[in-house]
Nanobody, 123 residues
Framework: QVQLVESGGGLVQAGGSLRRSCAASGFTFGVYTMGWFRQAPGKEREFVVAISWRYGTTYYADSVKGRFTISRDNAKNTVYLQIDSLKPEDTAVYYC????????????????WGQGTQVTVSS
């Protein structure tokens, strides 16, 4: 059974930081690109960042460059998202997702999804 279990969301003040985790099971984590998406109220789910399976290549959405950092630990089947300098516009439900193969920025490329966790940034 495939699972992506997320943790680390919550309420944070603007300018603060938090670290998200996503623990994977039920599939071969080491050959999947891992990504994070987010969905703000009334908006489409959007790509945030992804990390490739083989070389750890990363790709960030312009809106989060310099503030978000993705990493992965293949030994622990876990992907992390460090978020710094949080802004109110970062408020959203954040989802981790897994895609077989290369880095992708479109939702349809991702095969498995986590349950999503709310991140709220207060001003």
């Amino acid at each position: 059974q495939v699972q992506l279990v997320e943790s680390g969301g919550g309420l944070v003040q603007a300018g603060g930081s938090l670290r998200r985790s996503c623990a994977a099971s039920g599939f071969t984590f080491g050959v999947y690109t891992m990504g994070w998406f987010r969905q703000a109220p009334g908006k489409e789910r959007e790509f945030v960042v992804a990390i490739s399976w083989r070389y750890g290549t990363t790709y960030y959405a312009d809106s989060v460059k310099g503030r978000f950092t993705i990493s992965r630990d293949n030994a622990k089947n876990t992907v992390y998202l460090q978020i710094d300098s949080l802004k109110p516009e970062d408020t959203a439900v954040y989802y981790c997702a897994a895609a077989r193969g290369r880095i992708a920025t479109i939702k349809s490329a991702y095969e498995y999804w986590g349950q999503g966790t709310q991140v709220t940034v207060s001003s």
